[in-house]
């Protein structure tokens, strides 16, 4: 017989580790996509070095497991003088995680804008800075809406990762909690089920923002 | 060159224009000359090199030789007497292109912005006029084409032919001396070219200067006073309808009308 009375009790705490996701989830998520969104415009504007240079980080952080990543920046971090706290570690990682995937996301938005609505911005004289901000990042931002969705959708599901450097969040603290009341079965159908709450809010939220974006869709020519 | 920026100058000079992409020619050495307040048709085949000339004319392509003088200055480059060419610098480019309105096949309206936002866009950016001084002239542009009851709407809740006449209201909003037309209803159903058509013939009896690329035969036959026949590169006729189109006529012209005539898809002269 499942018995979700043990654990119900501990609620306090678990709405506690219910936070510190949450909390980590959205930061990191906005930090990833402001990055993303800076390394996408400078491959896309800077030199082409400096293209080189942030398609090697895509590359990298793309390219390896986000559990890699962590360990590595957690446990090899103090062997070139960055000691941080589990949380610092988790935010960091998150985001440079996240940018890589968001800046790809970002760039191929930027490609999908049709060569002609920048040509018509440029026969009306707007600069490069003006047409980046009024017509490329609008158009842009509709094109890869559903894209950023399903991101912050995984970047949430990573931050179970965070548990094994000790970031006392939902999984570490029902894991915990679980184990120590015998309760393993309860526990992890909880621990599921919050998940399952956020992704929902995620999808409702923006599908929400794409129906109120889809007046803009490209028109049929 | 101070005979030809008089307002009676002719509105466009090309001179030894060509383009080359990579290894390929497509403008072999053009001569143009666009009258003030007329209009002229760039007909040919596909390939011929009327889009690209007209693309060289807004400025999206740049020329690889020659000098193209829009209202009597240079735009992008000049040439020295020894054919050398500088590029002019960037504040001098736009000022030149300023003069210029274009109007593309695809319409390439910006899907994020309303009809009169679309007009606006340019006077609010670039000219920084206040909100509501930019909607007026913007609104005012919109009734030219008879638009102004779609002022609110997206592109993507217009048919073509009213994006297509939106797009016409956003290169009139700066008041440029020339428009400029790359196949303005190729891209269009049939039933919807007319509407579009019908404003473009409006624009020229009000006396716009207008340089339009067209497979519309008819139009150019009876709107254009001054018709350019490009093929393979090269002006090969240049002149009005009635020496270009009469008899007799270049047998190249009359293969390219030929082609027309037998799709039924335009009516001759």
């Given at each position: ?69 962590l360990?590595l920046l957690y446990f090899g971090g103090p062997y070139v003088g960055l000691s941080l706290e589990p949380i610092p570690v988790a935010l960091l990682a998150?985001t440079v ?65 965070l548990?094994?450097i000790t970031v ?54 | ?269």
């Amino acid at each position: 017989m499942l018995d979700f009375g043990l654990i119900i009790k501990q609620m306090p705490a678990i709405l506690a580790a219910f936070g510190v996701t949450f909390g980590i989830w959205i930061v990191s998520m906005l930090l990833a996509a402001a990055l993303g969104f800076l390394v996408a415009v400078a491959r896309r504007f800077g030199p082409k070095p400096l293209d080189w240079l942030l398609r090697a980080y895509v590359e990298v952080f793309r390219g390896t497991p986000f559990l890699v990543q962590l360990f590595l920046l957690y446990f090899g971090g103090p062997y070139v003088g960055l000691s941080l706290e589990p949380i610092p570690v988790a935010l960091l990682a998150m985001t440079v995680y996240g940018g890589a995937y968001f800046s790809e996301i970002f760039r191929a938005g930027f490609e999908a804008v049709p060569r002609g609505h920048v040509e018509a911005a440029e026969c009306v004289g707007l600069t490069r800075a003006q047409i980046l901000r009024r017509i490329l990042v609008p158009e842009m931002t509709m094109l890869v809406l559903p894209l950023c969705v399903n991101m912050a959708i995984v970047l949430l599901k990573e931050t179970a990762v965070l548990s094994i450097i000790t970031v006392p969040e939902l999984t570490l603290v029902i894991g915990v909690i679980g184990s120590q009341q015998y309760a393993f079965v309860e526990s992890m159908f909880l621990l599921a089920l919050f998940y399952w709450l956020l992704v929902e809010l995620c999808g409702v939220l923006g599908r929400w923002s794409e129906a109120k974006l889809s007046r803009f869709r490209f028109a049929p020519s | 060159m101070t005979e030809v920026s008089t307002p009676t100058g002719p509105a466009i000079v090309v001179k030894g224009v060509s383009k080359r992409f990579g290894d390929l020619e497509v403008l072999h050495g053009i001569d143009l000359r666009i009258d003030r307040g007329t209009t002229t048709c760039l007909i040919g085949p596909s390939g011929s090199g009327k889009s690209t000339l007209l693309r060289c004319i807004a400025f999206l392509e740049e020329a690889t030789a020659g000098t193209i003088l829009v209202d009597g200055a240079p735009l992008g480059f000049t040439e020295g007497p020894d054919g050398a060419r500088t590029r002019l610098p960037a504040p001098s480019i736009r000022a030149v292109r300023a003069k210029i309105g274009m109007v593309f096949q695809q319409f390439n309206l910006w899907p994020h912005m309303t009809a009169l936002g679309n007009v606006c866009e340019a006077l609010r950016t670039v000219r920084r006029l206040p909100r509501k001084e930019a909607e007026e002239r913007g609104m005012a542009q919109l009734r030219k084409v008879g638009l102004e009851n779609r002022a609110g709407h997206y592109p993507s809740q217009l048919s073509g032919g009213q994006q297509q006449r939106v797009a016409i209201a956003r290169a009139l909003a700066l008041e440029p001396e020339i428009l400029l037309f790359d196949e303005p209803t190729s891209s269009l159903d049939p039933e919807l070219t007319g509407e579009v058509l019908n404003v473009m013939r409006a624009l020229a009896e009000d006396g716009m200067s207008m340089v339009v690329v067209t497979h519309e035969i008819g139009f150019a036959a009876t709107v254009g006073r001054h018709i350019a026949f490009l093929d393979h590169g090269r002006v090969l006729l240049d002149g009005p309808p009635e020496e270009v189109f009469g008899a007799p006529r270049h047998p190249r012209l009359e293969q390219f009308l030929e082609t027309y005539l037998d799709r039924g898809a335009a009516t001759l002269v």
